[in-house]
């Protein structure tokens, strides 16, 4: 086995190669201001409405602040030299066309095609070995929640549940239901035509049955000599672990490779404060303890099954991070195993992302883009995220600030 070279996420020289002196004083101005919660709350409120308001200077404030640092461009074409200038640090993308929340057939055509020009796209470059959707950016919201409610009321597999659940809608909704099949299906054969992965990201609980319905059924078509496509696991969930387990067993007995994206998970307070509201227990962990044990169960339970396992360790968690390398190394297995991969979210965590490449790993950088507009819902996660000073925040400020006294002294 080839002597892998030990890692650390404290090296901000590696960590911060990739911007000059003045992207770092404006990153060091940024995370100091999501550092105030109170800054954050009040933005939270008002820039949704400011935009929709077209409030002059809107665009171009959030533009030259939170949208620089956390999304690639607004264009395919503004991205490209973002995803170029990371592969000069052996950093690869996985291109995300920012679209959250827009309704009809019309937009969701039109979401089909940008995903279509986006692979095609990807499969010209280097480094760009996925891209990421969301099933609603082509499908109804609550057509996925009637499917997902109707699945919870019925007994049996996941796959028979829908099945059942598919069956029991009006002709113009099992329609409606084929056009979003169809969509994906067109999606996973050009992306399987041009080598390049579909990661489905994960959303709120009470649409997400359906979406790993649909998801298995394109893995058990496509996923049978490589991970063509991919799910999503958010850990924060109680019932995760055992998810991926059962998902392993189906994987096995129809002989397909089981792609999966381990995340925690981005939507605990609405998920909890809905189960309150509607008084249903909460599907999120009784503690960070107990979702960051599964999180790292989840981990070992893939490393321990790579021959129909892919999995993407998406991450800003160092521990979680290092562990990986190191059941990697444990079992003699190199760091860019093909079915292992590492990402973090563009403008987060370069130190676990550019020390990971350093030392040889297969690692992205999560790359949005999009009209500001449309990625308004990401960068609201994205604020709300780094908003407390205990957490990302204060870790991204004071690395930043380690670099820039580096860089001052040398
Ligand atoms: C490449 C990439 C893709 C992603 N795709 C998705 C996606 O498809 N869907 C999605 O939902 N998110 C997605 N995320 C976002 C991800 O869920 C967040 O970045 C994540 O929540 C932050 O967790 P962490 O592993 O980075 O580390 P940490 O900072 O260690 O963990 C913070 C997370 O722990 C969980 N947590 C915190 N407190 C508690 C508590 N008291 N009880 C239970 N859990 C708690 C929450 O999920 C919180 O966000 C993605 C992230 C990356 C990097």
Redesign the pocket.
Known sequence: MKDQTKISFDNTEYAFAAKSDKELKQANFLFGMMGKAWLVNVGLKITPLAIQWGIPFTKTIIRKTIFRQFVGGETLEQTAKVADKLEAYKVQV?LDYGVEGKEGEANFEHARDEFRRVIDYAATQPNIPFMSIKVTGFARFSLLEKLDTAMHKLPGTLMKRYLHAVESLSDAEKEEWHKVRLRTQQLCEVADKKNIGILI???ETWIQDPVDALTILMMDVFNKKKAVIYN?I?L?RHDRLQFLKDSHTAATERNFIFGI?L??????EKERNRAAEMNYPSP??P??E???RD?NASVEFCIEHLDKIAVIV????EY?NLYTTQLLDKKGLPHNHPHVHF???YGMSDNITFNLAKSGCSVSK?LPFGPIKDVIPYLMRRAQ?NSSVS??TGRELMLIKKELHRRAGS
């Open positions: 996985i990201d994960a959303e999503t958010q924060y994206k995340v925690r998970g981005a939507y605990m999120i962990q503690d960070k107990s979702c960051d999180f998406a991450s800003h968690n979680s990402s973090q979210l999560y995220e957490g990302q």
